[in-house]
């Protein structure tokens, strides 16, 4: 049986914060354009090893310093910055292994539902087109597969408050279907410049 959704008392959260997440690619020459586009920045570092450097294995890690590398900043609300790595490791595959363990998708939280569309159309002038669109209840979201099919979810919150989030998140509805419904994104992106408010709009 599901647990009950808590509220926005301290003690339900840790206090850790994502600060990096490194994803490995064999192809960063393909990777480091796309997270360009996505991100709408261009990398705050990237770095080179010398030709003859080969990496190491620190206890079945490499270093960074050993990699053909670039970070991207998603915030800088220091001490807890965000960013986004990519690490070109040799050998590493250039398509994802189906039913291996590893990354099932990451999300990149928009402002609201306005950005998100801009967002959406940015992406499609860019060739670039959600594989997925759904409506999850607390969220709506398109997602994208970068070029080393890492699923990467574009989304918005469909609710004003942290309080009203989490009172839909105890419903018996949520509980039984935390998906959602699944979205016509040309039609939703439709709905939305014809003038549909976003209240309606997001309605599950």
């Not at 690619?25 to 796309?34: N, R």
């Not at 979201?141 to 070029?147: G, I, K, M, T």
């Amino acid at each position: 049986m599901s647990e009950p959704i808590s509220g926005a008392a301290p003690s339900d959260c840790s206090r850790f914060k994502i600060s990096e997440t490194i994803l490995k690619t064999g192809q960063l020459e393909v990777m480091k354009p796309w997270y360009e586009t996505v991100l709408g920045v261009a990398p705050f570092f990237e770095h080179a090893p010398s030709k003859t450097a080969r990496p190491g294995d620190f206890g079945g890690q490499t270093r960074a310093s050993d990699l053909r590398m670039c970070f991207f900043r998603l915030s800088a609300a220091y001490p807890y910055t965000q960013v986004i790595g990519l690490f070109e490791e040799p050998g590493t595959a250039t398509a994802a292994a189906r039913g291996a363990p590893g990354l099932h998708h990451m999300q990149l939280m928009t402002e609201n539902v306005a950005e998100l569309i801009a967002k959406y159309d940015s992406f499609a002038e860019a060739g670039l087109h959600p594989h997925r669109s759904a409506n999850h209840g607390p969220f709506t979201s398109f997602y994208y597969r970068d070029p080393d099919g890492n699923n990467v979810e574009l989304t918005t919150q469909n609710f004003p408050t942290f309080e009203a989030m989490t009172e839909f998140m105890r419903s018996p509805g949520f509980k039984a279907n935390p998906s959602g419904v699944e979205l016509n994104p040309e039609a939703f992106v439709g709905r939305f410049k014809s003038g549909v408010s976003v209240e309606e709009l997001v309605r599950i």
